[in-house]
């Protein structure tokens, strides 16, 4: 495999609300949003760092894969500090109170009597420090529990528009569960992550009412988004691999949207007969069978298949979506869009989307029509631009 870069940024290439995020105090409640790209997981990572000699402190973020590309990027010592917030919960119940928590049918927690039994076995976490990625994804309920423990210093990053999971908190409720005032909500608003075409065709799915849509960078390229029409599924699988051997040192995502379909595509990639410009790509994944044992390199180059649902927080340089399998089972057509927003604005250079021709698909109904176009003019600058959202081929 190739060398891949993926590390954290220097000091010197933090952006002026990224340096004002990192000389907060280190005690106190904060709350930093922004929308994907913005350096949210950077700048809680730097925080971890900064607070290096605190020994009670926890980096929590919302699922394991996001977890292990944090870890990727700090020194092997945080690894103690580190975990998913869920995991961390348990296990914190668990060593208090030597019972497993007390779950709904749904398998949520009956949060009402965890923070009984917090109190019954006198746990308390005064002077401890939490600093929590994704924050948006746990509930105002979780929030309630862990404050139950005397936790005063909370470090919170979010997005609400990324909110993909049943049980979540929006920022009002972040703010009210934290008690902020609003010096304690900071936004970021750089995008350093997508290029200009594929930040546009992400604010397509934009549904955040309560904000301002994020401003699209000033990052021109030629690659606009592609959604990509076959007969028969390895003519999608040759385009995967001729990516990947166009530059080795590039990590491809390639997201579906369940456990078959991220299977079967793990096994049809590996499966590569033709004679090649460089060796076979390492093919990666992960499930929730595997209980937080993450293998993926994010920093080499290859091609990782994920659910849709793993993929939030990291990033990609080029990103497949295979929409088809995708159901609407609530019927609400606002979460088709944030789960679009979500798995899109993973790429950093390259997005594609591929489609059956024979299948109908709930997420064509909301992608861009053919020759749907956004309008707007680049921070700093006098003249308008005119972008194609979504071009359209056939295989």
């Known amino acids: 495999m190739a060398k891949r870069i993926f590390e954290l940024p220097r000091q010197d290439q ?4 990224q340096r004002k995020v990192l000389r907060l105090p280190a005690e106190g409640q904060y709350l930093i949003v922004g929308a994907p790209g913005t350096g949210k997981s950077v700048v809680a990572l730097l925080r971890l760092q900064a607070l290096a000699n605190t020994e009670n402190v926890h980096f929590l973020t919302f699922n394991h894969v996001l977890n292990h590309a944090n870890k990727y990027l700090v020194d092997e010592g945080f690894g103690t500090k580190m975990d998913s917030a869920m995991s961390w919960f348990y296990s914190l119940h668990w060593n208090a109170c030597r019972q497993f928590i007390p779950e709904e049918e749904n398998y949520q927690p009956k949060y009402d ?13 005064d002077g401890h420090s939490l600093i929590i990625d994704e924050g948006q994804d746990l509930p105002p309920a979780w929030y309630e529990a862990v404050e139950s423990l005397h936790i005063d210093n909370f470090f919170v990053v979010a997005d609400q528009n990324q ?4 049980h979540h908190s929006s920022r009002l409720e972040l703010e009210t569960c934290l008690a902020l005032d609003s010096d304690d909500v900071i936004e ?27 401003a699209i960078p000033d990052r021109p390229s030629v690659n606009i988004p592609i959604l990509f029409e076959y007969d028969v599924l390895d003519k999608v699988k040759e385009q995967i691999l001729k990516e990947y051997d166009f530059d080795p040192s590039k990590l491809i995502g390639v997201f579906v949207a369940n456990n078959l379909k991220r ?8 499966k590569d007969d033709k004679q090649r410009n460089n060796p076979s790509p390492v093919i990666m994944t992960y499930s929730a069978y595997q209980k937080g044992d993450v293998n993926i390199d994010f920093g080499q180059g290859g091609i990782v298949v994920l659910n849709d649902m793993s993929v939030k927080g990291i990033e990609f340089d080029t990103v497949f979506i295979q929409t088809d399998g995708f159901r609407n089972i609530s019927g609400n ?22 489609k059956s021709q024979v299948q109908n698909s709930v997420l064509e109904a909301i992608l861009p029509p053919e020759g749907e176009v956004i309008r707007f003019v680049p921070e700093g600058e006098d003249k308008e631009i005119e972008l194609e959202l979504l071009k359209r081929r056939t295989l």
């Open 188 to 214: 970021l608003k750089e995008n350093w992550r997508n290029t200009m075409p594929i930040a546009s065709f992400c604010s397509y799915f934009y549904t955040d009412k309560a904000s301002p849509k994020p």
């Open 263 to 270: 299977e079967d595509w793990v096994k049809r990639l590996a």
């Open 163 to 166: 909110q993909i999971t049943e």
């Open 333 to 354: 057509e606002e979460s088709l869009k944030k789960r679009l927003y979500v798995m899109s604005s993973r790429a950093r250079e390259k997005l594609y989307l591929f």
């Open 113 to 125: 009597e965890v923070i009984k039994n917090f109190e019954t076995h006198g746990l308390r976490l």
């Open 14 to 17: 933090l952006t002026k609300e």
